[in-house]
């Protein structure tokens, strides 16, 4: 078991897919998943072959376990979706128990494995920057295996404080059954050599939450920025608070192997019904996503009635989750599936209410002559983000081709007067066409 979770510590941060949209997020939330499930089987027989050794529950499993059961319960009553996320976080909790079955002495071992895993992704972002390896986003020159500089600089700094505990104080870290002076030079070599690294690449990132993280010198960069979007930063969190956790003398109660003995058989059938459960419907999410992107490459191709059929095939999985209901909405209203649009759209407007969203609402209702409706959705996804052009652009050629001239023009002056933070040739288009208005 302790084999895994080391392997996992070490490749997950280096994974993403190709083939599943949003590749280097749900690439790694699927390796997990998988991983964490076959490490949970191999507990689950462990458990019920060998002899239990003595559970103990400290002060922060006692709440750990009222904040998980306050997200459940909180999400069950807000009626919020089955998510991507919400996996993640079942997994995260069984991550947890099986990281507290870990004898101290072996933790060593899992904080080398961590470290090793930031040391991979600071090479690799080392090469992104030297331009032999390609970034994961169209814009940003290092992103590492994530989907851009912040999560990834905020994933080298929730690694640093175990690199640097390894610098400091390598003589006194244990590495599975190596005695205190065992392969002292070699780890304080590493960890230099880590240090190093890991400081060459948060320079050139631009992250300063990172660098936040990194003088604090704790794992708290999640808390500033990507909150729940970066699997890997969990994972270390989780891993220091298991390993705190099994320093804790603030012991609230105990179990003895011999009392456990009637209540394992017990839990291992409640283990066993709940794998039996999530591995289908793992398997099922996983062809969802991949149906996903194939729908969002021909739509970006053009292909905007050919998409929709890969994007009805994952509905059924991802009828919940706000960023594919934008995609498919958006999809079918270039469609000219006006209609239905609507109705895919209003469902993305509850679950992850954003621009897109209501710019493709104002062109569906546009298409249908419901100016009204038309024109409130311009407007909401104006207010988002009243710095922007596009959305005000609309609501200009809106009243442009309703005869609403007075609107019009006034929105149009407003548009050529507004201060251009990026210039883009969009921008130009958007301003001559506005002089246009004005002149007509």
Same mark, same amino acid.
């Given at each position: 078991?302790? *084999? ?9 941060? /280096? ?24 490490? &949970? ?17 400290? *002060? ?15 999400? =069950? %009553? ?16 069984? %991550? ?13 071992? +899992?904080? +080398? ?12 972002? @080392? ?39 390894? %610098? ?11 005695? &205190? ?34 003088? $604090? ?6 808390? %500033? /920025? ?28 105990? $179990? ?22 999530? $591995?289908?419907?793992?398997?099922? /999410?996983?062809?969802? =996503? ?27 999985? +991802? ?13 079918? /209203? ?50 988002? @983000? ?26 149009? @002056? ?21 002089? *246009?208005?004005?002149? @007509?």
């Amino acid at each position: 078991m302790i *084999k895994l979770i080391v392997l996992l510590l070490i490749i997950l941060p /280096s994974v993403y897919s190709n083939e599943l949209m949003f590749g280097t997020i749900s690439g790694k939330m699927f390796v997990f998943l998988y991983v964490v499930l076959v490490i &949970a089987i191999l507990g689950l027989i462990k458990a019920v072959v060998q002899p239990v050794r003595n559970l103990r529950f400290c *002060k922060i499993d006692f709440l750990l376990l009222i904040w998980v059961v306050y997200v459940l319960l909180n999400g =069950w %009553f807000q009626q919020m979706p089955m998510s991507g996320r919400l996996f993640e976080l079942l997994g995260l909790v069984v %991550f947890y128990i099986l990281l507290r079955q870990v004898e101290p002495a072996r933790y060593g071992l +899992l904080l +080398l494995a961590m470290a090793i895993g930031g040391v991979v992704q600071a090479v690799y972002g @080392n090469l992104q920057l030297w331009g032999y390896c390609s970034s994961h986003h169209p814009v940003f020159k290092i992103t590492g295996c994530f989907f851009n500089p912040g999560p990834y600089a905020g994933y080298l700094a929730s690694v640093f404080p175990a690199v640097l505990g390894f %610098f400091l104080f390598s003589p006194k870290l244990r590495i599975a059954n190596n005695t &205190a002076g065992q392969l002292q030079g070699a780890k304080r070599l590493f960890s230099g050599f880590a240090l190093f690294l890991l400081l060459l690449i948060l320079l050139p990132a631009q992250s300063r939450a990172a660098w936040m993280a990194v003088a $604090v010198a704790v794992a708290v960069f999640a808390f %500033f /920025s990507y909150p729940a979007q970066v699997l890997p930063i969990k994972m270390s969190v989780i891993l220091y608070l298991a390993f705190i956790t099994s320093l804790s003398a603030n012991q609230l109660w105990s $179990v003895s192997s011999k009392q456990f003995i009637p209540v394992k058989y017990v839990v291992a059938l409640l283990l066993a019904i709940g794998l039996m459960v999530t $591995v289908p419907c793992l398997k099922k /999410s996983r062809i969802a =996503w991949k149906s996903w992107k194939e729908a969002h490459h021909l739509y970006t191709l053009g292909g905007y009635t050919g998409c929709l059929p890969h994007y009805e095939k994952a509905w059924p999985i +991802l009828k919940t989750d706000g960023d594919y209901l934008t995609n498919y909405g958006k999809a079918l /209203s270039m469609a000219n599936e006006h209609q239905q649009a609507i109705e895919v759209l209003r469902q993305a407007v509850f679950y992850y209410p954003n621009i897109v969203v209501y710019t493709a609402l104002g062109d569906s209702y546009k298409a249908l002559g419901k100016t009204v409706e038309a024109e409130q959705a311009y407007l909401t996804a104006y207010y988002m @983000n009243p710095s922007r052009f596009y959305a005000q652009y609309l609501l200009a050629k809106l009243y442009d081709e309703t005869g609403q001239t007075e609107k019009a023009t006034d929105i149009a @002056n407003e548009l050529l007067q507004k201060e251009v933070k990026i210039p883009s040739v969009a921008i130009k288009e958007i301003k001559e066409e506005m002089r *246009k208005i004005i002149e @007509n």
